[in-house]
C-alpha cells in the first residue's frame, strides 16, 4: 500500500517500537529502517520519540538518541520523570503521545502517508483526524507476541497494519547475547 511517489512521514514511538521488537526478540537497525521506507516513497521526515532520565550519569538510550540525530532522524525528547510507586518500586514515566500527535498534525497537509510505530491505542482518535485530512496511516506493530503489541481499536482504524515481525528480515538486527548492554534497556516506559 505505499506509492512511490507519495510524501512520506514516519512517526516512531520509542518506547512502544523498542518493546513490541524486544518482544519479538530482535532489534532495529535504524539505519536499514529509513532506507527501507526511503525506497518506498518520498520520505520528508522520520520523527523519532522518546523520554530520558536527565538525572543520570550515563543514559543507557543517549548513544542511540545521538546517532538517530546525525543520521537524518527528527529527534524529539523531554525528560523522563522518575517516581516511587506504592510498593516502593523505582519507575519511570516519560509519555510522548501529545508531542507525537501535536506534529502529526502540523505535517499532515504536507504529506499523503504517515507510518506509526506504535501499538498504543491512544493513537486512534489522532489516526482518525489525519485520516479526515485525506492523509493514509500505516501502523507498524505486532500482534504475534504475547499479549498482542497492538490495540485492536488502532488496527482496525489505520488504513493499513504492517506486522513488525514481517519486517525482521528487512530492518532487524539479530539480538546481542546480552540485555545489560543494549543502548535501549533502560527506555523509558509509557504510560
Known sequence: MFYKDERLALFIDGSNLYAAAKSLGFDIDYKLLRQEFMRRGKLLRAFYYTALLENDEYSPIRPLVDWLNYNGFTMVTKPAKEYTDSAGRRKVKGNMDIELAVDAMEL????????????????????ESLQRQGVRISVVSTIRSQPPMISDELRRQADNFIELDELREVIGRPPRETTADHPREREAVSE
Open 108 to 127: 499532515a497537509p504536507r504529506v499523503d502517508h504517515i507510518v506509526l510505530f506504535s501499538g498504543d491505542g491512544d493513537f486512534k482518535p489522532l489516526v
